[in-house]
């Protein structure tokens, strides 16, 4: 089935993270980074159509010598975003890096609502690289490569932890727990949070709104087909609609060895049963790793992009392939989203472009296999047919 899709260009805009506050309300951030390049760092709210056509409502320029950002999450019921944002090097120097911000739109503004420090890495080029908000919006994750926090949103109690083997590169939460994807293993979290007796009132039960931060479970990588290469864990997601239900993105790291032809680094999509943590399916997704992923609200499909610039869409349930989109952007996606109503999927990269693709409703339906099956049968009838005819001099 083909689809619409259409390329916007955001000239002097690269692009780094974004999220939806609404179906057709998308923020984008972007911008040139710390580095002294003249290309300021931003936030920008647009408005997108069902022509998939996007309006400029809002921009909020950052300050001076602060980074670009980096990672985003959404709340749409409270019209707030979350951001991975570096403050200057300065700052960060003397342990004053805000890095974890939060900002409110209001009447269309973009504006400041509230700012913590997180990470506690004194390396410069360290980042706030996930920010993940739970389904209810009660919780929020921000990561850095080995700074973990969980706070409470939108109040921002904190508790923390360092992650000391592998770097971190994604985090998804269910209803009871959250899961820290690992370049070498999953850590599973839960949300459970101890109560203690409060001395004035005999007997009543209070909750701690802090959690404690603790692994209840630990799952390593599985083997890839074929074997001899090895991989790291790049994204994660549950599904939406089933929790049981959970998807990994792993991008293979062959061996390297002196004189020997190159091997591709091949990228994987694995789905998990929660119930058992075993990979009940996997399918390889080309021959260049995938760089970012996401899953529809809905449940239905998959999205991944790669470093060959391509975009994908999988059935979520079988993980077949429904699209692909070649060269999306000259450079590799940095952003990949679908809105809430998943009726629109856009992607975004550091060559200051973004793509608005839709999506049909029906797309990967059984019901459109069975039709072109039905149609692909009817011809094949009607050729044999006039063949016949051809061979007895009929016609």
């Not at 449940?299 to 692909?324: E, F, M, N, R």
Request: with cysteine; aromatic share 8%; hydrophobic share 40%.
């Amino acid at each position: 089935m083909r689809t619409r899709h259409v390329a916007h260009a955001v000239p002097a805009f690269p692009v780094y993270s974004s999220a939806f506050l609404g179906p057709y309300d998308l923020v984008l951030g972007g911008g040139g980074g710390a580095s002294r390049s003249g290309i300021k760092n931003k936030l920008r709210l647009y408005r997108l159509d069902e022509i998939l056509q996007m309006k400029l409502i809002d921009e909020l320029e950052l300050e001076r010598g602060e980074d670009a950002p980096m990672s985003m999450a959404a709340w749409a019921d409270g019209a707030m975003i979350v951001c991975g944002i570096n403050s200057p090097e300065d700052k960060m120097g003397k342990g004053e890096n805000q890095n974890c911000r939060v900002f409110e739109v209001n009447d269309n503004k973009l504006a400041l609502l509230s700012s913590i420090s997180t990470l506690k890495s004194n390396d410069l080029e360290d980042y706030q690289r996930v920010t993940v908000l739970s389904p209810d919006a009660n919780y929020l994750a921000v990561a850095g490569t080995h700074d973990l926090a969980l706070l409470t949103f939108p109040g921002l109690e904190v508790a923390t932890t360092r992650i000391e083997q592998g770097e971190i590169y994604d985090i998804a939460f269910d209803a009871s727990s959250f899961i820290v994807a690992t370049t070498i293993n999953l850590l599973v979290y839960s949300l459970a949070q101890p109560e203690k007796t409060d001395s004035s009132e005999k007997g009543k039960q209070k909750q701690d709104p802090h959690v404690n931060l603790e692994v209840v479970r630990t799952i390593q990588r599985p083997k890839l087909p074929g074997g001899g290469a090895e991989g790291s864990f790049r994204a994660a997601r549950f599904n939406p609609t089933n929790p049981r239900i959970f998807y990994t993105i792993i991008n293979s790291t062959p061996p390297r060895k002196r004189g020997a032809k190159s091997v591709p680094r091949r990228s994987y999509i694995a789905r998990w049963n929660t119930e058992t943590w075993k990979v009940d399916r996997m399918r390889k997704l080309g021959d260049k790793g995938v760089t970012v992923f996401d899953v529809s609200p809905n449940g239905k499909w998959i999205a991944y992009g790669s470093s060959d610039c391509t975009i994908g869409l999988l059935d979520a349930q079988t993980l077949a392939p429904l699209l692909s989109i070649l060269k999306s952007h000259e450079f590799p996606p940095t952003v990949l989203r679908f809105n809430p109503s998943s009726s629109l999927l856009v992607s975004g990269s550091a060559d200051s472009t973004v793509r608005i693709i839709s999506i049909p409703s029906e797309l990967g339906d059984a019901s459109w296999g069975t039709y072109y099956a039905i149609l692909m049968a009817v011809f094949i009838i009607l050729f044999a047919i006039a063949v016949q005819l051809v061979i007895n001099g009929t016609i």
